[in-house]
């Protein structure tokens, strides 16, 4: 039996980062399922893309890594996935750790490390910079 | 026998123009070859990145699309690049249109529409009018 992976996240302005965490989930099982934050829901969140949501979960579906993305609408809905998709880990970068340890009743929870000196945050930042020099 | 394609490209700041115009491509063969244009190539350019050549590439070969990834070095390596594949299209975007002619002898080349409103350019261009603006 395939042993599914899940995770969330927004992907924006896609890197390096995004890519090794999802390899690393990949390698946690055989069939990874993405879900990536709808353009309302950030906006819920009161956290402003410079991608569109449409374009954010095109170019992850588009991995090699990836089985499978579906939009995430809302908090509560990571309890509801992983009972519909069979999932085994449920997996986040540790910039979360602790957050989602209510899950441990329904599956595994991992955290694992983000890679050093890159995020969308920064790469914002780091672009911001470039523009305010230039 | 499989039919192979061969692009070119930088692939800065990773977004849908890419993945479309290198699924695009991918549509018209079987097999996908992406050259990525080095750091030492761009500067030799006054080409400047926001993303290192390392990241650039793992990022580009990661892609369900893409076969194969070989680093740009220098301009003269496409020809080398096509009889040593067995290239039967060379394709770039239609920024390009014409640039290429003289690759005609060893292979077709064809240059494809690039998705409207999107480029690494832009892209600096948008994040910079936020960051002045922010």
Chains 1, 2 share one sequence.
Request: net charge neutral; proline share 1%; aromatic share 8%.
């Amino acid at each position: 039996m395939k042993k599914v992976i899940l995770t969330y996240g927004t992907f924006d302005l896609f890197h390096i980062g995004h890519l090794n965490l999802l390899r690393n989930l990949k390698s946690l099982g055989d069939y990874l399922i993405v879900g990536v934050s709808t353009d309302a829901f950030n906006a819920q969140k009161g956290k402003r893309t410079v991608i569109s949501f449409e374009e954010r979960i095109d170019i992850v579906q588009s991995l090699k890594c990836v089985d499978l993305t579906l939009p995430e609408h809302c908090w509560e809905q990571k309890a509801r996935d992983i009972t519909e998709h069979g999932v085994s880990v449920f997996g986040m970068g540790d910039d979360w750790q602790g957050h989602f340890d209510g899950l441990k009743a329904l599956c595994e929870v991992v955290y694992l490390p983000r890679t050093a000196g890159i995020s969308s945050s920064a790469l914002k930042h780091c672009l911001r910079e470039i523009a305010l020099a230039g």
